[in-house]
């Protein structure tokens, strides 16, 4: 299916495998190409992929992928070490390749982290990248598309290739002004910390992401660590979002109270879901497990000192000073490093830290920014100040400079 639309180039609309394999064939002549992905994640264990657009020279495409099964080819692209692949805030686009193909790409551009490199603005949205960036408007509708209704209406398509039409350029524009600002080392370090992250987030087990967990003790924790597991499998299992298996705050609930009667379960106000009644033997089983495990086995059980009280208010300090300074230099401060971020690396200073792993702001492209200022600042060799009320950075940086003594001081 072919039609013109706003943008010079035509589109391939792909709805069979055979399509698929000729898209994959012209695409492997090119050495870069950029991709996004429509889907719908609130009913389903994992997003359910319900359009792939993808954009490589003269090449623009859109693959509906309730009629295309198989997308390996597609997804082997990504992965070639041949080629660039270039997207926009592209964690779920990792989390569909991972999980199809178990591969990482192997050069990923993501013009979100790049645009933030050079730029005051992270996280920023595609469409205001696109405009700072290049100058051009973007299509703003069809951002409540249920995507995975059919037939799809011309407006929710060119929507959807808005989404892939700028992606080389941008690529190109970015790419140049990391190499200008020296700054593309910069990006391919942030590039591999960023895959490392995204895979970590959809391989690990994240039971300690519960909400309310904090207050309860070594025993309780493992109880709901093993709640956690057992909600996590049986929600994949019927591909269903976890949270509708079993609330978090019913957890907890239960890690608290380390009844293993069904009837004790299900007399606990939340629990009187009709459909509990066949799952109530599997909440006991798990809550069982739990208390059999031994003391060496309970999750927790970490003594650190608590930090001073002071580290909050050092950490605002030190966040407005490095935020000047990445404006300065024009680079996003919430890329650099959040206030959260600073308490870590003062924690971590005043040997408060949770283990011996330096915090990201003593690592890589970030200590060269900001490791200088912040060693001055703790030091008292560096000052913050109001300069200028009407200035848009009206704070400034004083540093004391040290200076050697004269050959002949001793004289």
Not at 304 to 328: D, I, S, Y
């Amino acid at each position: 299916m072919k039609r013109s639309h706003q943008a010079p180039s035509e589109y391939e609309f792909i709805t069979t495998e055979s399509q698929l394999a000729s898209l994959v064939e012209r695409l492997e002549q090119h050495d870069s190409l950029g991709f996004d992905t429509e889907f719908v994640s609130e009913h389903t264990y994992r997003s359910h992929l319900c359009l792939i657009q993808v954009a490589a020279g003269d090449e623009l495409a859109v693959i509906d992928t309730l009629k295309v099964q198989e997308l390996d080819p597609f997804w082997r692209l990504m992965t070639d070490p041949k080629r660039t692949t270039v997207v926009h805030a592209g964690r779920e686009e990792m989390g569909f390749i991972l999980h199809a193909i178990g591969e990482r790409p192997a050069h990923l551009f993501d013009v979100q982290v790049a645009a933030g490199l050079v730029d005051h603005d992270y996280p920023a949205g595609y469409a205001s990248i696109v405009r700072r960036i290049l100058g051009q408007p973007t299509n703003k509708g069809e951002t409540r598309t249920d995507w995975r209704k059919r037939p799809l209406t011309p407006a929710q398509i060119e929507y959807a290739l808005d989404d892939v039409r700028h992606l080389d350029a941008l690529w190109k524009t970015l790419e140049a002004r990391l190499e200008e600002r020296d700054r593309t080392a910069w990006m391919h370090e942030e590039m591999l910390s960023w895959i490392d992250g995204v895979t970590s987030s959809f391989t690990r087990k994240r039971w300690r992401r519960v909400s309310g967990l904090n207050g309860l003790n070594r025993r309780e924790l493992a109880i709901a660590r093993e709640l956690w597991h057992w909600r996590d499998s049986l929600a994949e299992s019927r591909d269903m979002p976890p949270k509708r298996v079993l609330r978090d705050d019913l957890l907890v609930e239960l890690s608290k109270r380390k009844n293993t009667d069904p009837q004790q379960i299900s007399a606990i106000r939340g629990m009187q879901r009709s459909d509990f009644r066949h799952i109530l033997p599997q909440i006991a089983d798990a809550i069982e497990r739990g208390l059999a495990l031994t003391e060496d086995e309970l999750p927790g059980g970490e003594r650190h000192k608590a930090p001073p009280p002071q580290l909050n208010v050092l950490g605002q300090f030190l966040a407005t000073a490095v935020g000047g300074l990445c404006r300065q230099l024009e680079i996003a401060p919430s890329l650099v490093g959040t206030a959260s971020d600073m308490r870590e690396l003062l924690a971590y200073k005043l040997g408060h830290g949770k283990d011996d792993t330096p915090p990201a702001l003593l690592c890589g492209w970030r200590a060269e920014v900001v490791g200088d200022l912040i060693d001055d600042l703790l030091a008292g060799r560096a000052s913050l100040r109001i300069s200028d009320l009407t200035s848009r950075d009206p704070l400034v940086i004083d540093r004391t400079e040290s200076r050697s003594p004269p050959d002949d001081a001793s004289n």
